[in-house]
C-alpha cells in the first residue's frame, strides 16, 4: 500500500513461497535452505491495519523468518513528527540538537521493528524477525536535503549506523546494512537523489564519515 505503483499482493507472494517450501519438503531444495520475503515494515502487519488481511497471515505462517526494512531517513519527510527540533531544545548546540533527532529517528526504526514482531506474536506465532534493509544516506537534494527535511549527511549517517549496530548486537538481531557503496545507478537522471548515496563508501572509493 505505502508503494502502490509496484505494491504485490501477499497472496502472490504466497503462491511462490509455497512453491519453494514444498520442493524443499520434497528434497529438490537443501532442507537447511531459509525462504522468506523482504519488504517495508508496513507491509509485515506492523504499520495500519489495512494490511492485516488473511493472506499476510499465511505468509508469515509460512515463510522461515521475516525480513522487514525499515527507513526512518526516509519518514523525516513523509512522517516527521519524531523530527526535528524540540522547543525545550531550542537553547541546546547543534550537535546536541541533531543528536537528540538521531535518538528519535532511531527509536522510530525500532518501533517499527518491534509493531512488526508484535503483530507476528499476536498470530501465535513465533519465529525469527530480520532487518532485511536500513540505511541512511549522506546526500539528497529531494524532501530530505538542504531544502528539506535536512536529514542527510555523513554525521548522521554514522550516528544512525552506529546506533543500529549497537542495539542489533545487544538484541542478536541479524541486519543487512543498506548499503556498503553508493550506486549511481539506482537514480541515474537524478546524480544527487537520496538513493544513489546510502553507502559507507562514495562513488570515488574515498570512506565516509561512518567509517573513518
Do not use: C
Request: net charge negative.
Amino acid at each position: 500500500h505505502w508503494a502502490w505503483e509496484y505494491f504485490v499482493e501477499p497472496t502472490i507472494i504466497l503462491k511462490w513461497v509455497n512453491y519453494l517450501q514444498d520442493l524443499k519438503a520434497e528434497g529438490e531444495l537443501p532442507a537447511d535452505l531459509w525462504i522468506t520475503s523482504s519488504d517495508n515494515f508496513a507491509s509485515w502487519g506492523g504499520g495500519d491495519s489495512s494490511y492485516h488481511k488473511e493472506d499476510l497471515n499465511k505468509l508469515i505462517e509460512a515463510v522461515d523468518f521475516l525480513s522487514v526494512h525499515t527507513y526512518p531517513m526516509h519518514d523525516t519527510h513523509y512522517h516527521p513528527e519524531f523530527w526535528g527540533v524540540r522547543d525545550d531544545e531550542m537553547g541546546l548546540s547543534d550537535k546536541e540538537k541533531i543528536d537528540l533527532a538521531m535518538e528519535r529517528a532511531v527509536d522510530y526504526a525500532q518501533n517499527q521493528y518491534e509493531n512488526v514482531v508484535e503483530y507476528m506474536q499476536s498470530l501465535g506465532i513465533d519465529k525469527p524477525v530480520h532487518i532485511g534493509e536500513t540505511g541512511w544516506a549522506t546526500i539528497s537534494n529531494e524532501h530530505y536535503g538542504i531544502d528539506g527535511a535536512r536529514s542527510t549527511d555523513e554525521y548522521k549517517s554514522g550516528v544512525y549506523y552506529n546506533a543500529i549496530r549497537e542495539w542489533s548486537n545487544e538484541e542478536n538481531i541479524s541486519v543487512f546494512y543498506f548499503e556498503a557503496f553508493d550506486e549511481k545507478w539506482k537514480d541515474a537522471q537524478n546524480p544527487e537523489g537520496s538513493e544513489n548515496h546510502f553507502g559507507l563508501i562514495a562513488l570515488n572509493n574515498e570512506v565516509k564519515y561512518t567509517l573513518w
